[in-house]
């Protein structure tokens, strides 16, 4: 028997509620900002969102935004946003 404990992905995302998250959508739009919650379907509910589009910052967005979970490929947990 192994010692290594299991983590699992959720458990990893509910450690990140209230930090810093990059989430890489499908359609390679890329959201940055603060996590605010989650449900099991890991749609996503983050604050003060900044948008990039090929590393060029698109949109800020004040409050909260949902993001479904079927439209995201990657949760960066302390991600930042690529630079130039």
């Given at each position: 028997?192994?010692s290594?404990?299991e983590?699992?992905?959720?458990e990893?995302i509910?450690k990140?509620?209230?930090?810093e998250?990059?989430?890489?959508?499908?359609d390679?739009r890329?959201?940055?900002g603060?996590?605010v919650?989650?449900?099991?379907?890991?749609?996503?509910?983050?604050e003060?969102?900044v948008?990039?589009?090929e590393?060029q910052?698109?949109k800020?967005?004040q409050?909260?935004m949902l993001l479904?979970g079927?439209n995201?490929?990657?949760?960066?947990?302390?991600?930042k946003p690529a630079?130039?």
């Open positions: 028997m192994s290594v404990s983590i699992l992905p959720l990893v509910d990140t509620i209230g930090q998250v990059t989430i890489l959508l499908k390679y890329e959201f940055f603060t996590l919650g989650f449900d099991d379907y890991v749609n996503v509910v983050i003060n969102a948008e990039y589009l590393d910052e698109i800020r967005f409050g909260k479904t079927n995201i490929a990657m949760l960066i947990p302390g991600g630079s130039n």
